[in-house]
């Protein structure tokens, strides 16, 4: 799934027209939404893809259910929403996507900010260590209906483990392998990674300013038990988006033993959209059949 992190909803428009052919799911989040609006999730429906919308809902309990109905209309098919917004809060809204049509929109929870760290939660009046509180969230989410969690690669493997193989996990932070894929046409006949370009760098404490800090390969990701995997700047903001589109798959498709999918049909541009559970065929081997880029 690739992050829409764009300034406008040209440059959006460009990148899912330059990708589509290769990946079905888009994330459209707060940049994108706060500069176009229902229009991006439209674009990306009109392009046959999948729009994950990423706006963290948290609002009292009427209003984020509203919300959710409406952005269920518009078309989005997966919506995050803060767990701290509480359990009367996340039923509303799961009640909201059940009573959308075609299924409703998969739901996800986000536990504590990856932002933060252990020294935040004293402040809010959280007593609970970091990690108790990511899994009492979880926990409220999954009782209050929700389908899973926006989960970090660490977060991934603690939730899964504690809350079993059911809930959907969705893990940004991914990071392509260092040199996992070279091509020719680098420096002095060298290699070239197709990420060159990204404006990140391919992985934590490397040289290139990126800020993401809890950062894993999609093969970690993967064995942590992500079911999606959000890649945003290593695709966006490569020379080529598509080829380093490419790349990625096929780091996946190694990392699962051929199994995740990457050619442009198994991938999902031929449309293969299955939802959790529903066997897309374009599998990732360590978690479902839709964890791949491509679907
Ligand atoms: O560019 P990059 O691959 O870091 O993009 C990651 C995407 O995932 C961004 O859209 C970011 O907002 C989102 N995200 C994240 N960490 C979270 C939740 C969402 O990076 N905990």
């Not at 799934?1 to 990148?15: I, Y």
């Not at 997966?78 to 998969?106: D, Q, T, V, W």
Request: proline fraction near 7%.
């Amino acid at each position: 799934m690739v992050a829409l992190d764009v300034p406008d909803l040209d440059s959006a428009r460009a990148l899912v027209r330059a990708l589509r052919p290769l990946l079905a799911w888009f994330k459209v989040g707060l940049e994108l939404y706060s500069v176009a609006g229902p229009a991006a999730v439209e674009m990306v429906k009109e392009h046959g893809g999948r729009v994950f919308v990423d706006l963290k809902l948290h609002d009292i309990p009427n209003t984020v259910g509203r919300a959710t109905a409406a952005l269920a209309r518009l078309g989005a098919d997966m919506i995050s929403l803060h767990a701290a917004g509480g359990r009367a809060m996340m039923a509303e809204a799961a009640a909201a996507a059940a009573g959308a049509a075609a299924g409703g929109p998969i739901l996800l929870g986000v536990t504590v900010l990856t932002s933060m760290g252990e020294g935040d939660l004293g402040p809010l009046g959280v007593a609970r260590s970091l990690v108790e509180q990511v899994v009492a969230l979880a926990r409220l989410a999954r009782e209050a209906g929700l389908d899973g969690w926006v989960a970090s690669p660490r977060e991934a493997a603690l939730l899964r483990s504690e809350m079993g193989p059911e809930p959907v996990i969705v893990t940004p932070g991914i990071r392509p392998l260092p040199g996992a894929v070279s091509t020719p046409g680098g420096p002095a006949g060298g290699t070239r990674s197709p990420f060159s370009g990204a404006g990140v760098a391919p992985g934590p404490g490397s040289p290139g300013g990126d800020d993401q800090v809890r950062v894993a390969t999609p093969a970690e990701a993967l064995a942590a038990g992500a079911d999606w995997l959000v890649v945003g700047r290593p695709i966006t903001r490569a020379s080529d988006p598509l080829r380093a589109a490419r790349a990625l798959v096929e780091e996946i498709r190694r990392a699962t033993g051929g199994d995740a999918g990457g050619s442009d049909g198994a991938a999902g541009g031929g449309g293969s959209d299955a939802a959790p559970g529903g066997g897309s065929g374009a599998g990732a081997g360590a978690g479902r059949e839709e964890v791949c880029a491509g679907d």
